[in-house]
C-alpha cells in the first residue's frame, strides 16, 4: 500500500507483550518484513515500551528470545541506528 501511495512503509508499533515465542524476532518480524519486494522496503520497526520483567515488547538479558533478537540483529536485512 505505501509504495502504491508513494509512502515509506513503516511499522510503527510491533510485537507481542513478553515475547512469549523464542523465535519471534527471525521468524515472525523478520519473516514478514522479507516476506517479498514490498515488505523488504519497510523503513523502520519499533517495538513498544519496556516497562517490566511482566509487561515488555524488547527482550532483556536472560529473556528466552534475547538470542534470537541477536540474529534479528545480525541478519544482513536489518540496519539499527548506530549503524546508519
Known amino acids: 500500500m505505501a509504495v502504491h501511495r508513494g509512502k515509506v512503509a513503516a511499522l510503527t508499533e510491533v510485537g507481542i507483550e513478553n515475547i512469549p515465542i523464542a523465535n519471534w524476532w527471525t521468524d515472525y518480524l523478520l519473516a514478514s518484513i522479507n516476506y517479498n519486494e514490498y515488505s523488504q522496503k519497510t523503513a523502520w520497526a ?19 528470545s534475547a538470542t534470537n533478537f541477536i540474529d534479528f540483529y545480525d541478519d544482513p536485512l536489518t540496519y539499527f541506528l548506530g549503524e546508519l
Open 46 to 64: 519499533l517495538v513498544w515500551r519496556n516497562s517490566t520483567t511482566e509487561h515488555h515488547f524488547a527482550p532483556y538479558p536472560g529473556h528466552s
